[in-house]
């Protein structure tokens, strides 16, 4: 009983010393993160002022040190609408983009055409946030952590999308408008080539949004549940603070294994 008093006490201690820490970039062009509706869903989610790192910014020229430093570092990035999408047409931009590792979720229709960063061949879409507002495959709505395949209702407001009929090289539709069925949602795993035929170097979502929005009470559970597949326990490092309680479980443990003994 000892024994396995002493060993619940040092795995309390381990998991009480850890947690999960991920840096995470906003590519937008507001100088309030805050103010973006994207920070809302993912604020929810990770721990940001505490083991979780945000960074934001239009980041509009890769190579400056400071940029190449951060986007290199993150695990995840999301484009907001809030970014000017003829900000990222200069030399090198797009491929260097879209090679980087992170995973990326992209809500901007204007920036995933060819004319930009080139995941999607065509033109932007349709879009309508009125009652279940997404038609979610069968892939679609397991990746989203949503069931069956059905319409959802995703968007409180201000869902966006590419047209119908584009091109989207190895990406997958997972989603589409109910109303002009206008594509919304478009999932590429990495390795995976973009319509212009260049090869992500980390998993890519486009999930379009108009600059505004907010999501329903099943749009953010399926953000969440993307994060969840987007963001694996890849970093696990002790909290600060967290190393004067994993030495008093320990101690407490030793204490008690010595009165064992006597």
Not at 15 to 42: E, F, G, H, R
Not at 237 to 244: C, D, L, M, Q, V
């Amino acid at each position: 009983m000892m024994k396995r008093n002493v060993l619940t006490l040092i795995l309390l201690a381990l998991s009480a010393a850890t947690a999960q820490a991920a840096n995470v970039v906003i590519v937008t062009s507001v100088a309030d993160v805050t103010t973006d509706s994207w920070y809302t869903p993912l604020n929810s989610f990770f721990d940001f002022g505490g083991a979780d790192t945000l960074s934001f910014g239009s980041f509009t020229d890769h190579t400056l040190t400071g940029t190449q430093d951060t986007l290199e570092a993150a695990d995840l990035i999301v484009f907001t609408r809030n970014s000017n999408s003829g900000s990222y047409v200069n030399t090198g931009e797009v491929a260097y983009w879209n090679s980087l590792d992170a995973a990326l979720i992209m809500s901007s229709n204007l920036l995933v055409r060819d004319s930009r960063f080139g995941w999607v061949l065509g033109d932007i879409g349709a879009a309508s946030a009125t009652g279940s507002e997404t038609s979610l495959t069968t892939a679609g709505a397991a990746y989203l952590g949503l069931g069956a395949a059905d319409d959802y209702d995703l968007f409180t407001n201000g869902p966006a999308s590419m047209a119908p009929a584009n091109t989207n090289g190895d990406g997958v539709v997972s989603g589409t408008m109910v109303s002009g069925n206008g594509q919304s949602v478009i999932h590429w795993n990495a390795g995976d080539a973009a319509a212009n035929g260049d090869v992500f170097g980390g998993e890519r979502l486009f999930f379009g949004t108009d600059k505004s929005f907010a999501l329903s009470a099943t749009g953010a559970t399926a953000i969440d549940n993307v994060l969840r597949t987007m963001i694996p326990a890849t970093a696990i490092i002790p909290e600060s603070g967290s190393y004067a309680l994993l030495a008093g479980l320990l101690a407490l443990c030793a204490v008690a294994m010595k009165r064992r003994e006597s």
